[in-house]
T-cell receptor
Framework: AQRVTQPEKLLSVFKGAPVELKCNYS??????LFWYVQYSRQRLQLLLR??SRESIKGFTADLNKGETSFHLKKPFAQEEDSAMYYC???????FGTGTRLQVTL | ETGVTQSPTHLIKTRGQQVTLRCSSQ?????VSWYQQALGQGPQFIFQ???????GRGNFPPRFSGLQFPNYSSELNVNALELDDSALYLC???????????FGPGTRLTVL
């Protein structure tokens, strides 16, 4: 069975500090992994997917098959990064429980 | 190009009733997925339809059923409602099952 674990419900960082949102997965095949973000009063939207290897809004995520992880990172947090972040595993998308990122001044 | 829309926005039902939730996909999107999101949880995959055929199902009982229509609209039907069915129901559309999913705003269902 596939599973996604996001161990932190809330991550609070200061503006300008590095951010790492943790995601671990359990899947027997070759995984396709995504990060989705939900800003306040907005709908869920794709932030990035591992196959594209893009950096979106300064965020990156590297798939580590050995550690079965797909942590989301950003070197310098901005206030506008405050949101709910979900890690998801395809297909059909198995979501983690989400981490709320709170960036404070 | 319009986004994914869902109706109604909110709905209140009583235990044992049946409910139909509706979703209108983005034009050209042949895939629709439905999710249940309980308070404080991540979305849980219910099922996915691709070109009007079911293309995968999560761990939900048969009383959760769906339909996808040629005009990019779809329905989620839930029979014999239970209190635990109270949740936000999200639909998401994509060109194919492997493409980025675009989410609707959700329908908030309350079962009393």
């Amino acid at each position: 069975a596939q599973r996604v674990t996001q161990p932190e419900k809330l991550l609070s960082v200061f503006k300008g500090a590095p951010v790492e949102l943790k995601c671990n997965y359990s899947y027997s095949g070759s995984p396709e992994l995504f990060w989705y973000v939900q800003y306040s009063r907005q709908r869920l939207q794709l932030l990035l997917r591992h196959i594209s290897r893009e950096s979106i809004k300064g965020f990156t995520a590297d798939l580590n098959k050995g550690e079965t992880s797909f942590h989301l990172k950003k070197p310098f947090a901005q206030e506008e990064d405050s949101a709910m972040y979900y890690c998801a595993l395809a297909l059909g998308l198995t979501f983690g429980t989400g981490t709320r990122l709170q960036v404070t001044l | 190009e319009t986004g994914v829309t869902q109706s109604p926005t909110h709905l209140i039902k009583t235990r044992g009733q049946q409910v139909t939730l509706r979703c209108s996909s983005q034009s050209g999107h042949n895939t629709v997925s439905w999710y249940q999101q309980a308070l404080g949880q991540g979305p849980q995959f219910i099922f996915q339809y691709y070109r009007e055929e079911e293309n995968g199902r999560g761990n939900f009982p048969p009383r959760f059923s769906g339909l996808q229509f040629p005009n990019y609209s779809s329905e989620l039907n839930v029979n014999a409602l239970e209190l635990d069915d109270s949740a936000l129901y999200l639909c998401a559309s994509s060109f194919t099952p492997k493409d980025e999913q675009f989410f609707g705003p959700g329908t908030r269902l309350t079962v009393l």
